[in-house]
C-alpha cells in the first residue's frame, strides 16, 4: 500500500469518522449520511475512495441494498525524532490474536467453570454436614426434653411426699425450674409478704433451700 496514497486519504476528517463509524458496525450509505450530518453524495465519494484503497468494501444484503464495512485491518505507525520521521504500514492478521483471544477466553471459562463447580461441592458437603449436626441436634433436644419431664415428674412427686402444705409445695415446684426472686415468689404466688418469708425460712432451715446474690433455690 503506497504511504503517501494512504495518509493523504486518512488526512481528511470525513473519510476518518466514516472509518470510525464502520468500525463498529456494517453501515448504508444513507446511515452513515444521517450519522455524520454529510450528503449522501459526498458519502459516497468518501466510500468510493475507501474502497479503491481496499480499506473498506461494498456488499449487498437481501433487499439489493448496498452497505460497506471495514475490508481490511491495518497498521500505521508513525515515528519523528530530530533525526528520523518514518512512517510504517502493515496490514495485520489478527486471525491468529483473535484464535489466542478466543482460546484465552475459552481457558478462563473452563477454570471458572472448575472453580464454581469446585464451590458446588463444597457447599453442598458443607450443608449435608449442617444438616446432618441438626437432626442431631433435634434429636438430642427431644432427647433432653424427655428426660427434663422425667425428672421433673419425679421431682413432684416427691415434693408431694415432702411438702408441709399446699404453699409450700407450690413455692418447691417453682423453685425446681430454677433459682427465682423473692419478688416474683410473691407475684406468681399470690401469697402476702409475711406468709412469703415464713415458708422461705421454713424450708431454708430444713436445707431444702439457699439463697445467693438476691435468688431462692433448691440447696
Known amino acids: 500500500m503506497d504511504m503517501a496514497y494512504l495518509l493523504d486519504i486518512l488526512g481528511n476528517e470525513n473519510r476518518r469518522n466514516i472509518l470510525t463509524l464502520l468500525s463498529y458496525r456494517p453501515c448504508y450509505v444513507t446511515e452513515i449520511s444521517e450519522e455524520l450530518k454529510v450528503s449522501p453524495k459526498a458519502i459516497i465519494d468518501h466510500l468510493k475512495i475507501l474502497e479503491d484503497a481496499g480499506l473498506v468494501e ?78 442431631e441436634l433435634q434429636e438430642a433436644q427431644r432427647s433432653v426434653q424427655g428426660m427434663m419431664s422425667e425428672i421433673t415428674g419425679m421431682c413432684i412427686d416427691i415434693i408431694n411426699e ?22 416474683e415468689i410473691v407475684s406468681r404466688l399470690h401469697i402476702p409478704d409475711n406468709v412469703a418469708r415464713s415458708e422461705l425460712a421454713k424450708l431454708m432451715k430444713r436445707g431444702l433451700l439457699t439463697y445467693e446474690k438476691g435468688l431462692w433455690s433448691i440447696a
Open 162 to 183: 415432702i411438702a408441709a402444705d399446699q404453699i409450700e409445695a407450690e413455692l418447691l415446684y417453682m423453685l425446681v425450674r430454677g433459682p427465682t426472686s423473692y419478688d
Open 58 to 135: 461494498s456488499f449487498y444484503d437481501q433487499q439489493r441494498r448496498k452497505y460497506y464495512e471495514i475490508a481490511n485491518n491495518v497498521r500505521i505507525e508513525v515515528s519523528i525524532s530530530p533525526l528520523m520521521f518514518r512512517v510504517n504500514v502493515s496490514r495485520v492478521d489478527i486471525e491468529a490474536d483473535e484464535q489466542k483471544m478466543l482460546h484465552d477466553k475459552y481457558a478462563e471459562e473452563v477454570a471458572l467453570k472448575k472453580d464454581l463447580e469446585y464451590s458446588l461441592k463444597h457447599l453442598y458437603e458443607e450443608f449435608q454436614r449442617l444438616n446432618r449436626s441438626s437432626i
